[in-house]
């Protein structure tokens, strides 16, 4: 398996341009015939290349504060309680460096099905590629693993980015992609 060479708290990727008919038929076709190893690549490939533009129109990682909510998919960012970006997204999987392994989140049963809609599709292409990292929902799995399927995911799903989390004790990994980002305004409203 193709490995990120370079593994980022935060990896971020601006979405495709809106594709024309003709590009968007050799992206199936591409989709259709590349092996694992060449989507990965590719998919990684598509996350660095895309990383410096949204960490400088977004400025994600930059903020003192992330919080998350699976009822509402939301990810906010903020500084001094003061909100700057707000990101629909969805749940990719999780890493555990406790077990090794690596955790679909559609086969994770503590997450919300709010957002982990969208994410069932990577394991439809798993099946059809026979693909088992991408249609196994556990398996044995380090941080890099964790990037390889966010990438892939992200490229997948033209994701705008992706962030990953990690528990209070440092040893589970969430992924999440994002899918909507909005900038909210800098400073409070005068009354």
Same mark, same amino acid.
């Given at each position: 398996m193709i490995?990120?060479?370079?593994?980022?708290?935060?990896?971020?990727?601006?979405?495709?341009?809106?594709?024309?008919?003709?590009?968007?038929?050799?992206?199936?076709?591409?989709?259709?015939?590349?092996?694992?190893?060449?989507?990965?690549?590719?998919?990684?490939?598509?996350?660095?290349? /895309? /990383?410096?533009?949204?960490?400088?129109?977004?400025?994600?990682?930059?903020?003192?504060?992330?919080?998350?909510?699976?009822?509402?998919?939301?990810?906010?960012?903020?500084?001094?309680?003061v909100r700057k970006v707000i990101i629909d997204y969805e749940e990719v999987g999780s890493v555990s460096l406790k077990s090794n392994t690596w955790l679909w989140a559609w086969g994770n049963s503590s997450i919300e099905e709010n957002v982990?809609?969208?994410?069932?599709?990577?394991?439809?292409?798993?099946?059809?590629?026979?693909?088992?990292?991408?249609?196994?929902?556990?398996?044995?799995?380090?941080?890099?693993d964790g990037w390889d399927m966010a990438a892939i995911s992200a490229y997948i799903l033209k994701a705008k980015g992706v962030y990953r989390t990690p528990s209070h004790d440092n040893k589970l990994f969430s992924f999440m992609l994002f899918k909507k980002?909005?900038?909210v305004d800098s400073l409070p409203k005068k009354k």
């Amino acid at each position: 398996m193709i490995r990120i060479l370079k593994v980022y708290t935060l990896v971020l990727a601006v979405s495709f341009a809106s594709c024309k008919n003709k590009t968007s038929s050799k992206k199936i076709e591409l989709l259709d015939t590349v092996s694992f190893e060449e989507l990965s690549k590719i998919s990684c490939e598509y996350l660095k290349n /895309q /990383q410096a533009h949204c960490m400088e129109k977004y400025k994600i990682g930059k903020y003192e504060r992330w919080d998350y909510d699976q009822r509402t998919g939301k990810l906010i960012f903020s500084d001094q309680g003061v909100r700057k970006v707000i990101i629909d997204y969805e749940e990719v999987g999780s890493v555990s460096l406790k077990s090794n392994t690596w955790l679909w989140a559609w086969g994770n049963s503590s997450i919300e099905e709010n957002v982990k809609k969208e994410i069932t599709t990577i394991r439809t292409y798993g099946i059809k590629r026979g693909f088992e990292s991408l249609l196994k929902a556990k398996w044995s799995a380090d941080i890099v693993d964790g990037w390889d399927m966010a990438a892939i995911s992200a490229y997948i799903l033209k994701a705008k980015g992706v962030y990953r989390t990690p528990s209070h004790d440092n040893k589970l990994f969430s992924f999440m992609l994002f899918k909507k980002i909005t900038v909210v305004d800098s400073l409070p409203k005068k009354k």
